[in-house]
Each structure stands twice: as C-alpha cells, then as structure tokens.
C-alpha cells in the first residue's frame, strides 16, 4: 500500500498547509475538492492539479483522501466517498475515528498538532502528525506519508488525541485570548503590546526547561491580596475582562496548594 | 546626582537579578539588607559586599537605595530609611509613587517588567525598565543606570505602569496557568508537554506579527458548538478547569463579535 496520489477535501487554513507542505515534498495531489469552486480552485492552482466542487468528480483511484473539512462535515462527506480502495483520513482532534463507516476499507486519521493561518505557510517539520487507523497496512502507508513532511509523527488512539487537542486549546487558544486582552488593555492606555515581548519569550522559555507549575509566579500565586484588589478596582475599566481575572486568580491559588 | 554606590533592600528572584545586573555592570553593590540574614549573606557574597538584617545599619551615603521587597512591605521599609540624600526606589508594578512621603527628598520608582526566577539569571538588554521620579534631576539620574544594563528603559507614570502590570498579569501570569494546565491534562493521559511546543511556538511568533485577536483559532472561534460540548464532556475528568473552559470560550466568541 504505498501513497502516491492524494486528493485533498477542503480548502481552508488547514487544508491548504497540508496540501501544499505535501506538495513540496513531491506528492502528487491530483484533485482539490471544495464547496466553493473558486477556492478550490485556488488551491488547486498552487498544487498543479484539477479542482472541482461535486464529490462525484472526485477521481476514485487515488491512495488517499484528505477530508480537512469543518468536524461536523466529516461524516456526511465521508458517506459521499463510496466505492473507493485508497484510504480516507480526517485531520480532526477531536473527532472519533469511528466517524467513518466500516463499509470504507480504508480508513484513519492524520491530526496535524498545529494552528493555522491564512496569512502564513507553516513549516511541517516539527510538528507532531497524529496517526490512527484501521488496518496495519493503512497505518504503515500513512506513517510513511507523513515522515516525508514531519519528523514527529506518532500513533495515538481517538480518546487520547481527544485529550490531547483540549490541552491544546488551553495552551494556545486560551493562551492567546489573554494575549489578546493584553493587547487590548494596553491599547487602551496608550501602550504598546510589544513592551511584553521579553517577558512573553522568557515566560515562554521556562515552559519548556521546567514543569510550568514550577514557574508560576505574580500576585495571585504570591497570594498578594492588596494587589488583587487593586487590579479589581483596574479593572473596572475593562468588565468583561473582571469575572475571568478573579476565577484565573482562584485556580493559580488552588493550584499551589493542591500539593498541601 | 551620579550613581556610584548601592544599597539592594530585598534578597528575593528580583533583587538577587537586578543586583547581578548591576555588579555584572560594574556598579558598585555597597550593602544588601534582608529580614533573613543568610539570605543577606547569599547575595552579598555574589556582589563583592557587606549585608545586614537590621534597617539602621545600612551605610547612609550610598547615591540609591533599591526596594525590591513585597509590594505590602515597601512603605514600612521606606519609612525606616530617613535623612538619607540619595534616591530611594522601589521596583514594583502596582504600587504608586506617592506611597514614598515627601519628607524623601529623592524617590522614584524602577520597575523592570519581568518575570524572575530562582532557577535562572535574567539577561536584562531588553527588558522595560518602567521608570518613575519626583524630580527631573532623579528621573535623570535612573535613565542612566537603567541604561547601563537595558536598551529599553522608559519614563511612565505611576496609573500607567499600573495598567502595564495587569497586562503582564494575564499575558505572563494566566498564560502560565494555561500551560500548566495543558501540562496537567497531557501528564493524566500519558502524553508529553513537549508535544505542545511546535504549536506554543507558532501561537507565540503570530503574537508579535499581528494583533493577538487577529490570531484567534480553536473550537471557541469557530463556534463549533459540537466540539465545545465534547471538550465540557472530556473535562469531567478534570472538573477544576471546567468552569474556566466556558468562561474563556465564550469571552473568544464575544470579543469575536464585538466589532460586527
């Protein structure tokens, strides 16, 4: 079993990295699908092959189809692909992969761990390719796939990968909504989000040479309460921001003495 | 008003960084006073000079005296050092200026936006060091130091700085907690942090490309209402971050649509 042709469904942020990051490791996409013919053709463009927006179009020969669509689109394209031999992966974190009927042969996931823009072409080397399929062969041919474009692929389980994609709307997305009241608080008073940059890197830094409860620092962990209070009354300039600081402040509490 | 000699008050992650800073500068350390003696003798050993636990030995002709000790600690200290000519500061984000009494005839404030550590010594080329003075002369003499060690020094006043600080709060502090979250979750499931980093990395690099909220992805964003349902289920397991979870999501959505 040996991936040679590979038709992409979808063409967003996602879809587009991978079909293009493929694409320069000298994988063949021969079809681009999306709702959106003019996306699909864009992509399609960039990647030197046909496009089209009927799944019926969808060349049945192929060794692998990509569904990198919206998760609740899985299933019901996943049921329009019948009738094929290659292996049909979804690129979801938290979708099963029981998503796809036993009637397809063939059939897995490929969970790049990453987050994706439209501004930027990301480079795939490092980041961690989850893997599952049904069959051994299927799973061999997709870990072959993706070493051509990572060099951290790994085998993991639908429950685990699960888990592993809540951790990582903590640590980016959540991450990135406080960068974002940063941002905005700052603004507010005339101030520039870049004057974090060092302490965001060398934060940042910490994370990875110890356990990030270790690095815990500030008033809420110092359990400093005259300033907890002061950053209240702060804070009365920015409401919506008042109920998330106290709970943040109460679980960096909790946390510290969850070892007691 | 040159400064040549030093008196650090505090022995904690930040005194024992900027007081390294400084010797490592080659300005000259002349006292460190700490409540804890040994602790005193800790850092004095590592600057090359004398230390004391009792506020009415520290030498009365040093040019500044740094407090860098508990913001609750700051005005008791500071009313301990009296007829003194050089300038008295402390280092603190959220304390105001005027907690100094005027009969201080030099004071200011210098406050290097930073997180500190026991672990590791802080290179300090670029960190803000938020400068603040009740003259013209003192504000003078701080630009100078701060740029000995620091290419970012600037003057801001004493609302400001506060403001600065709740921004670091949940940039630094909070971004902490969501990766010892994460941390918590991965390590309950057999799986590794460092997986996360690839994508901590990217998150962090977009930050300072374009505005965080420009950046904005994940399951929240996306309104993804099913995956959001799945993730409150997946956190029964963990049931101390779920309320943290829906508060931070739905703050995504409505900063998502706050300008439509």
Do not use: W
Request: with cysteine; proline share 3%.
């Amino acid at each position: 079993m040996k991936i040679k042709e590979i038709v992409m469904i979808g063409s967003g942020n996602l879809a587009t990295n991978l079909a293009l990051a493929l694409y320069e490791s000298h994988k063949t996409i021969v079809c681009v699908y999306s709702r959106t013919l003019e996306n699909a053709k864009t992509l399609a463009e960039r990647c030197d092959c046909r496009y089209t927006n009927r799944l019926e179009e969808i060349p049945k020969t192929a060794d692998l189809y990509i569904i990198a669509v919206n998760d609740s689109s899985i299933k019901e394209i996943s049921e329009g692909l019948s009738n094929l031999n290659g292996i049909i992966v979804h690129t979801s974190g938290t979708i099963p992969i029981t998503v796809f009927s036993d009637q397809i042969n063939n059939h897995g996931v490929f969970y790049p761990l990453m987050t994706f823009s439209k501004y930027k072409k990301v480079n795939f080397t490092d980041i961690p390719i989850c893997l599952e399929a049904n069959s051994v062969r299927a799973i061999i041919a997709l870990h072959k796939l993706a070493n051509t474009i990572s060099n951290n692929a790994l085998e993991i389980s639908s429950e685990r990968r699960k888990m592993l994609h809540l951790a990582a709307v903590f640590a980016c997305n959540f991450t990135n909504l406080n960068y974002s009241i940063s941002d905005d608080i700052l603004q507010k008073n005339q101030l520039s989000f870049h004057l974090l940059k060092p302490l965001i890197i060398e934060m940042t830094r910490n994370t990875f040479l110890r356990k990030p409860a270790e690095n815990q620092t500030g008033p809420a962990f110092r359990e400093d309460i005259e300033t907890l209070q002061t950053q209240n009354e702060l804070l009365k300039s920015f409401p919506e921001y008042l109920e998330m600081y106290n709970l943040l402040s109460k679980l960096i509490i909790s946390t510290k003495h969850k070892n007691d």
